[in-house]
């Protein structure tokens, strides 16, 4: 399997070193003084007057050489392991709307930490997604719970590799405290430390803020895994132009690498980002533009000169409803960036540009996620697929339908979708003219029915949890009694009525 | 740019040589005897008591050898003619349906003549597509006109390059007269040939019947542009495999390539495929598949190896609707194909595999065909799109808004789209909550309401041809007075009301 690619060598050369002359002329504003002083005592050079670090391309260098070429984020479960790159990509929920679309009324509200419960319950199940990142803020949250309560619902119901932000070190040490009483001791939690941290690392244009660079430093002092993700706005905070944005980015990013190996060698990192343009005609923040695949795919390039695993923010969207524009948006830059060699993508569940979360679009882009891992699965090519003896065999104007091959590989030759519909235009109206909405919310609802959820945590672990944070949410998956899934009507045309003439050849 | 591709040089190799093997030992069943006399007087072997004919691998090199590595496909009006490959993918209307989604009603519905009229001055100003391939049959065809009133209406309201397919060489004879009666006299028609046909040359597998076969003679001894498909369906009359599906219909192709050429050497032709596989669970044809957009990501591999232009039916969909399926499956395989670098691209209009047509559809997937333009177009490096000076200029904490690049480029810098939504939520909610079917339903619209079409023919020629073929259809592109679009009302949750905190940074 060969990449697309958009840039030969000499301009991923020009760009690297573009890159390093910013960060040695120019530096970046560092609003922490402990980060100051950490890149002056490693080579750096810092001006108190103004708070900048200018940091030496060799230095750069000498640290950009320490990154290891993986990284292994854990489930509680060990079975949902995964260390990449490897060969599919690794695909997450997206993550941290204020809002949901309620499963049950269809209305937009702000979410709870219920609604993460559910969700954690639901992508449990969704096989397409190796990584929950916690899809939505807990507006419920008590008092100095504001991430404890997205943590705990969320790692309470899923097996899988859970991440999300935290605003502070204080609140990271509460998360990592939840940890250990669910593994049951610090030495079990952190023998595998099932949580993962990733935050905004940095702020766009070259400006390191006191708050996340202080987690930056405490994550790698205490081998807490963590990525960044660098999420400037193209024409806003940088450059109005894709060569112009990597430029900045990729120093922001290599200054970021720089601190987390000062602060600890060898600190596994993702080459993370959200390289969205604004639609300058009204300012609009665009995550859903075609553009954000296609920086993907540079962001891709640069991690293999590099060595470290490619990640980024894809397959979001500016539409408020799961329609043909979510679709296309959802599946396009995700398929780019798996063409262009991405190892991990945040890409599940959010539609109107990361503000809201919707069950039922959380398991259309879990179909997605898994088409994205057939296109790179790739084709096997072999002897046995040419199949030269079944096609002289059955020769002209036979029959393919009952050779071995097809009977053996029936189910697996191609990719088996659950939600997308294929059937004859009378039977889907038979059965009710659905939209892929309405069975993909249907499918999110019926994972939610089956409760108790056999991931929750066990009642003990659950027991110390409730005993050491008083006043904790109650973190269950349940649906209220008697519900039913929000009605969302077909358009109109789905209801029409039409007699077929079965099938059409391209004319 | 480097293209995405699956394949290794010796895979490929090893798929040509067993394309070869096939024909010359298996070789096909042609039902044409005009075509096997061709054959045997050009080296191929003819076993006429099973109507067999089998071509030396020498022989299907030397002919392959003549194909012309490029096509030009004409418009009514020559600034529309297109020659490719090119740097960009040339697009087209997916074609031949025999239903229509009436825009008025919202009904589906036997497709006439008067909605060719009509999608000819829309596909005429969709400046996403490049060639009008007429997308529905006409139901109300005069006896002795099945093809004629799809060729006149479209001629009739659009200047690009049209086409389509004639079931007989009888009927391109009576299309080519109308094209001579459009054009004034049959020397000006055949100075720039401003009809091509597309047709499905062969019957997978391995099979040439009588008619196609007739006029794919025809059309290359006459020099008229057309170019044949082949579309086969796996697990039914190829291998279920995706290289196998390769090996049978490469050597379909190069048997129909061998044909066109025995005709007329240096005939121009596409290397061009609808590659579906069956859906085995109920033996569904699944046209949306992303299997199609992996085959043809191996399509452009082989046609990029035999030095012919690349082409394929792409961004189908198996949905009845235009949904968040309908999005993601016409997003996705074009994307795979144009990163795979095909040339030609099939795929505007379509919903329900190939069965109707829906005008909101077209003017979506024509904001899709301009999106895979512009990923195809790529990233313009330079020092400048670097921006070097304006980054170090504009500093930590700075703002690009006002940068002279940024003013300068604020509407070419990136696509802008016109259906896609990316207005805040209250906005959108104020406009009416519209989904994008229902805009681009609109958009469709507001084209026809412009009326009389200037692209319309001039009544001079008009008038020729009515008087050549009495009886024929009308062919006007009106609406009904009165009309208003139909309604396709948002699904549930668009309607819900909620306070936004803006904007979410990924957490």
Not at 154 to 179: H, Y
């Amino acid at each position: 399997m060969q990449y697309f690619s958009y840039l030969d060598e000499s301009a991923l050369d020009r760009i690297h070193e573009a890159s390093l002359e910013i960060l040695e002329d120019v530096g970046l504003l560092v609003r922490n003084k402990k980060a100051r002083d950490r890149f002056a005592e490693h080579g750096a050079a810092v001006d108190e007057t103004n708070e900048r670090v200018r940091i030496p391309a060799d230095v750069v260098m000498r640290y950009l050489a320490l990154v290891p070429p993986t990284i292994t984020l854990r489930g509680r479960d060990p079975k949902f392991d995964v260390t990449f790159p490897r060969k599919l990509p690794v695909v997450a929920t997206a993550s941290s709307a204020p809002d949901i679309v309620d499963p049950v009324t269809g209305l937009t509200r702000r979410a709870t930490s219920q609604d993460i419960a559910r969700l954690g319950h639901v992508v449990n199940e969704l096989d397409g997604f190796d990584v929950f990142s916690i899809s939505v803020l807990a507006d419920d949250a008590p008092e100095g719970h504001f991430n404890l309560s997205r943590f705990y619902p969320a790692l309470k119901n899923c097996l899988k590799p859970v991440r999300t932000s935290v605003v502070s070190v204080d609140e990271a040490r509460q998360i990592l405290k939840l940890g250990e009483l669910i593994a049951g001791s610090p030495e079990a939690f952190w023998e595998r430390p099932f949580i993962n941290f990733g935050y905004c690392s940095i702020v766009t244009p070259l400006t390191m803020d006191f708050d996340s660079t202080e987690n930056l430093m405490f994550f790698a002092e205490n081998g807490v895994t963590a990525y960044g993700t660098v999420a400037p706005i193209g024409g806003i905070n940088t450059p109005l132009s894709l060569p112009g944005m990597m430029v900045m980015v990729n120093a922001e990013w290599l200054a970021t690498m720089c601190l987390a190996q000062m602060s600890r060698e060898r600190t596994e990192l993702i080459y993370n980002f959200l390289p969205v343009f604004a639609d300058l005609r009204d300012g609009a923040y665009a995550p859903g533009a075609i553009e954000v695949g296609m920086m993907n795919s540079i962001v891709c390039q640069m991690a293999r000169r590099y060595n470290v695993p490619a990640g980024g923010y894809l397959g979001l969207t500016n539409s408020k409803v799961s329609d043909a524009q979510a679709g296309y948006e959802k599946g396009m830059s995700p398929l780019l960036g798996a063409l262009s060699g991405v190892d991990f993508i945040v890409m599940g569940g959010l539609l109107d540009a990361l503000m809201s979360l919707d069950f039922g679009q959380l398991a259309i882009d879990n179909e997605i996620a898994k088409m994205v891992k057939v296109v790179r699965a790739g084709v096997e090519f072999s002897e046995e697929a040419l199949a030269i003896d079944d096609i002289k065999r059955i020769g002209p104007a036979g029959i393919f339908a009952d050779a071995p091959m097809t009977l053996e590989n029936m189910t697996t030759a191609t990719f088996m979708p659950e939600l997308a519909d294929r059937k004859l235009r009378e039977t889907w109206e038979e059965q009710g003219a659905s939209t892929i909405h309405q069975r993909a919310l249907n499918k999110s609802m019926a994972i939610l029915t089956r409760q108790p959820n056999p991931a929750a945590l066990t009642p003990e672990a659950d027991a110390r949890i409730k005993a050491h944070f008083p006043g904790i949410v109650a973190g269950d998956s349940s649906l209220p009694d008697g519900w039913v899934p929000a009605e969302t009507g077909p358009t109109a045309p789905v209801r029409a009525r039409r007699q077929s003439r079965r099938r059409n050849a391209p004319g």
